[in-house]
């Protein structure tokens, strides 16, 4: 189904349950991979999905279509990740780099993520980044995203998201050479 029928689906309040049923289907498990990079738990990352798709069906009405409904939601999804990646380190009056050791733990034992020692070694140079920075990257990298459409999603210009992803390169770059 078009977003552009989902939409008019979300609409309707005789078929707004219905609509937002396919909305999550055909969007879940995309938002799922983008903030489980980020969270690295599995049950965190349920839980961030489960909030982005609440603040959706509670913020439809104020969906101006000036992007992709896709867009949109991502960047809803991007916004409650860095949130939970805040709130964790507020939460527990912690340091980034125990959340950042948490995270990698929970890659050691096996997240899910791929088995390769070369995929582990870049999550875990991936936990190394400033939160945004690590977005950007895994937008590109990942989800092969254009600047264009992280620029649309995150608010930020395309220069300084280029600038934003050479860092991240160059500390991932530096992480892999020297561990």
Request: glycine share 2%; hydrophobic share 40%; with cysteine.
């Amino acid at each position: 189904m078009e977003e552009q029928e989902i939409l008019v689906k979300l609409r309707d309040p005789e078929t707004r349950n219905f609509g937002f049923n396919i909305l999550v289907r055909h969007y879940q498990e995309r938002l799922y991979w983008h903030i489980r990079k980020m969270v690295i738990d599995h049950d965190d990352a349920d839980d961030v999905v489960q909030e982005t798709f609440v603040k959706v069906w509670k913020n439809i009405d104020k969906f101006r279509e000036d992007a992709s409904l896709y867009t949109w939601i991502y960047k809803i999804a991007t916004n409650e990740c860095l949130n939970f990646l805040n709130k964790k380190k507020k939460r527990f009056f912690i340091s980034i780099n125990d959340v950042n050791k948490e995270l990698e733990s929970k890659i050691d034992m096996g997240s899910n993520l791929s088995g390769d020692q070369i995929q582990l070694k870049l999550q875990k140079a991936l936990l190394k980044l400033p939160d945004k920075q690590r977005m950007v990257f895994n937008m590109k990298y990942f989800d092969d995203m254009k600047f264009e459409q992280i620029a649309e999603i995150t608010g930020t210009s395309v220069g300084a998201l280029k600038a934003s992803h050479h860092h991240a390169v160059k500390k991932i770059e530096d992480f892999l050479n020297h561990d």
